[in-house]
T-cell receptor, first 111, second 112 residues
Framework: EAQVTQNPRYLITVTGKKLTVTCSQNMNHEYMSWYRQDPGLGLRQIYY???????DKGDVPEGYKVSRKEKRNFPLILESPSPNQTSLYFC??????????FGPGTRLTVT | AQSVAQPEDQVNVAEGNPLTVKCTYS??????LFWYVQYPNRGLQFLLK??????LVKGSYGFEAEFNKSQTSFHLKKPSALVSDSALYFC??????????FGKGTTLSVSS
C-alpha cells in the first residue's frame, strides 16, 4: 500500500530536549516536505526537499532542521524545542503529477 | 507573492442540498490548484486538482471544482451533500517547484 508514515504520532516533551520525528514514504517520490498545522493558520511549510541531499526552507523554518540522506526518509529535527513549536506536524511526499500524499500527523506538545 | 484565500471559516448545509466551498488565489503565471480534505484526527487527503484543460474538474467522492481564470477562483462543489462530507477542506496553490501554499481551511458541516 502506498503510504507516508510518521513516528511518533504523539509526543510530549520539555523545552530544550532534542527530538526527531521520522517520516518515510514507499512511493519513490523525489519531493518531500514538512508542514505544521495550527488553528486558524492552516498548513504552513517548514522545509522541503526536491531530492536526496537537496533541502530548502519553507515559510516557517526557524527552530527546525531536516536531512535527506536517502529518498524514502525525511526526518524533522528540533534541536531545542520551545513551547511555540507545540503543533500538529505533517510530512508529505509529492507524485510527479503534483499530488501530495500526507502522513497521519504527529501531535507535539512542548512544555 | 502567491497566496490563496478561503473566505469562509465555516459552511453549513443540509444533507441532500448542493454545497460550495469558496477559494480564490493569486499567483504569477498559470496556477496549479488543489483541494484537500481532512477528517478528524487524520492527515490530509487529495480530492482533485486543476493543472490545465477543462475548467470543470471532477474528483473523489463526487466533488468537483470550477476553475475561473477571470475571477481567480477555484470553488469546490458537490450537487448533493452527505453527512459524511463533514470535514475540514483546504484549497492550495502551487508555488515554485512543487511546494504548495494552503488556505486556512473551511469547516464544512452537513446536517441530517
Amino acid at each position: 500500500e502506498a503510504q507516508v508514515t510518521q513516528n511518533p504520532r504523539y509526543l510530549i516533551t520539555v523545552t530544550g530536549k532534542k527530538l526527531t520525528v521520522t517520516c518515510s514514504q514507499n512511493m519513490n517520490h523525489e519531493y518531500m516536505s514538512w508542514y505544521r498545522q495550527d488553528p486558524g493558520l492552516g498548513l504552513r511549510q517548514i522545509y522541503y526537499s526536491m531530492n536526496v541531499e537537496v533541502t530548502d526552507k519553507g515559510d516557517v523554518p526557524e527552530g527546525y532542521k531536516v536531512s535527506r540522506k536517502e529518498k524514502r526518509n525525511f526526518p524533522l529535527i528540533l534541536e531545542s524545542p520551545s513551547p511555540n513549536q507545540t503543533s500538529l506536524y505533517f510530512c508529505a511526499s509529492s507524485s510527479p503529477r503534483y499530488e501530495q500524499y500526507f502522513g497521519p500527523g504527529t501531535r507535539l506538545t512542548v512544555t | 507573492a502567491q497566496s490563496v484565500a478561503q473566505p469562509e471559516d465555516q459552511v453549513n448545509v443540509a444533507e441532500g442540498n448542493p454545497l460550495t466551498v469558496k477559494c480564490t488565489y493569486s499567483v504569477s503565471g498559470n496556477p496549479y490548484l488543489f483541494w484537500y480534505v481532512q477528517y478528524p484526527n487524520r492527515g490530509l487527503q487529495f480530492l482533485l486538482k486543476y493543472i490545465t484543460g477543462d475548467n470543470l474538474v471532477k474528483g473523489s467522492y463526487g466533488f468537483e471544482a470550477e476553475f475561473n481564470k477571470s475571477q481567480t477562483s477555484f470553488h469546490l462543489k458537490k450537487p448533493s451533500a452527505l453527512v459524511s462530507d463533514s470535514a475540514l477542506y483546504f484549497c492550495a496553490v502551487r508555488q515554485a517547484g512543487t511546494a504548495l501554499i494552503f488556505g486556512k481551511g473551511t469547516t464544512l458541516s452537513v446536517s441530517s
